[in-house]
C-alpha cells in the first residue's frame, strides 16, 4: 500500500464517521421539529376554546359596563333633583326660619333685659390674643 492508498482510506473513514454525525444530528432535529408541531397542534388545539371563554367574557364584561353606565346616569340624574330640591326647600323655609329665629333671640334678649332684680352675669371668660384666659385671672389684671 502506497501512501496515497492510506490517505485515502484515512480520508474515507473520517468521512463515514462526519457522515454518521452527521445523520444522528438530523435525525435528532427530525424528532425534534415533529415534537414542536405536536406542541403546536396542542397549543392550536387547547388556544381555540381558550379564545371563545375570552371573547365570551369580554362580552360579558361589556354588558355588565352597560349597566354600570346607565346606572350612573340614573344617580346622576338623581343627584341633581336632590340638589334641586335642596335648594327650593332651603329658598323656601329657610329664609322665613331665620327670621323666626332671629325673632325669638330677640324676644329672650328683651325679657331678659327687663328684670331688674337679677344683676347681670359676668362672662366668665375672655380671649387675649387667641387664647382664653379664665375669669379669675382677668379679674387679677383689672385689680393691677
Do not use: H
Request: zero cysteines; charged letters at 20%.
Amino acid at each position: 500500500m502506497s501512501g496515497g492508498e492510506v490517505a485515502g482510506i484515512l480520508v474515507a473513514v473520517f468521512w463515514a464517521i462526519l457522515v454518521s454525525f452527521l445523520a444522528v444530528a438530523l435525525a435528532r432535529l427530525a424528532q425534534t421539529l415533529r415534537a414542536t408541531t405536536k406542541l403546536v397542534a396542542d397549543v392550536t388545539d387547547q388556544a381555540v376554546p381558550l379564545l371563545a371563554d375570552a371573547s365570551s367574557a369580554v362580552r360579558s364584561a361589556q354588558t355588565q359596563i352597560d349597566r354600570v353606565d346607565a346606572i350612573a346616569s340614573d344617580v346622576q340624574e338623581v343627584t341633581s333633583n336632590a340638589s334641586a330640591l335642596s335648594t327650593t326647600v332651603a329658598s323656601t323655609f329657610g329664609g322665613p326660619l331665620v327670621k323666626v329665629a332671629a325673632f325669638g333671640y330677640g324676644v329672650r334678649r328683651a325679657l331678659g333685659g327687663r328684670r331688674e332684680d337679677v344683676p347681670a352675669k359676668p362672662s366668665r371668660r375672655t380671649v387675649i390674643v387667641g387664647r382664653t384666659v379664665p375669669a379669675a385671672r382677668r379679674v387679677k389684671r383689672k385689680k393691677d
